[in-house]
């Protein structure tokens, strides 16, 4: 979907970034990636369900063989904001002990929900655990999460498309955008 088919409802006040910048920056995190992992096998673990799209794309941009696996968590928040407090509600069907692990996320916000991830993934004994994403929020981190490649750098807004939702619409925008603040308010 294409930000004209929501442009009427004025839902969108701008676009951060369009289909190329976001595929180009994907494959530029491909090119680091494959050779920070030259000899080594990954196991790309997505988090459901916004990093479908950036988990695709850069999987596709890896010129090598990658494995993929999912997993679920849900934060307790109010509305648009994350508590921290995680449950797992489809875990990893992969033993990860032994393996180099790839998180792959869309966005890191406040960083609570990811700290925690990757608490419980290290628990598990993997050989390395490392994190991917799309965009990050530097100004709502509220806790230091350790992020070895990163997209893009955004304000501290609420944004969507390319994964990223409210209440389950806008996901499908080829690009990522702010959201009108009086859609979630």
């Not at 930000?3 to 289909?19: I, K, M, N, P």
């Not at 369900?49 to 596709?60: F, H, N, Y």
């Not at 350790?146 to 990223?164: E, H, M, S, T």
């Given at each position: 979907?294409?930000?004209?088919?929501?442009?009427?409802?004025?839902d969108?006040?701008?676009?951060?970034?369009?289909?190329?910048?976001?595929r180009?920056?994907l494959?530029?995190m491909?090119?680091?990636?494959?050779?920070?992992?030259?000899?080594?096998e990954?196991?790309?673990?997505g988090?459901?369900?916004g990093?479908?799209?950036?988990?695709?794309?850069?999987a596709?941009?890896?010129?090598?063989?990658?494995?993929?696996?999912w997993?679920?968590?849900?934060?307790?928040?109010?509305?648009?904001?994350?508590?921290?407090?995680?449950?797992?509600?489809?875990?990893?069907?992969?033993?990860?002990?032994?393996?180099?692990?790839?998180?792959?996320?869309?966005?890191?916000?406040?960083?609570?929900?990811?700290?925690w991830?990757?608490?419980?993934?290290?628990?598990?004994?993997?050989?390395s655990?490392?994190?991917?994403?799309?965009?990050?929020?530097?100004?709502?981190?509220?806790?230091?999460?350790?992020v070895?490649?990163?997209?893009?750098?955004i304000?501290n807004?609420?944004?969507?498309?390319?994964?990223?939702?409210?209440?389950?619409r806008?996901?499908?925008?080829?690009?990522?955008?702010?959201?009108?603040?009086?859609?979630?308010?």
């Amino acid at each position: 979907m294409d930000r004209a088919h929501v442009e009427s409802d004025l839902d969108l006040e701008q676009t951060l970034y369009t289909e190329d910048q976001i595929r180009d920056r994907l494959r530029e995190m491909a090119v680091r990636i494959e050779s920070d992992y030259a000899g080594r096998e990954i196991l790309l673990v997505g988090v459901l369900k916004g990093a479908v799209m950036v988990m695709a794309d850069l999987a596709r941009a890896i010129d090598r063989h990658v494995e993929m696996d999912w997993m679920a968590i849900s934060s307790y928040g109010s509305g648009t904001k994350s508590s921290g407090v995680v449950r797992i509600l489809k875990d990893l069907d992969t033993d990860i002990a032994g393996r180099d692990v790839l998180i792959v996320e869309d966005i890191i916000d406040t960083g609570l929900t990811l700290s925690w991830l990757v608490a419980n993934l290290r628990s598990r004994g993997p050989a390395s655990v490392e994190i991917a994403t799309l965009l990050r929020k530097p100004d709502a981190l509220q806790m230091e999460v350790d992020v070895k490649y990163v997209g893009f750098d955004i304000p501290n807004a609420f944004v969507v498309g390319y994964g990223l939702d409210y209440s389950e619409r806008y996901r499908n925008l080829r690009c990522i955008g702010t959201l009108a603040e009086h859609v979630y308010t």
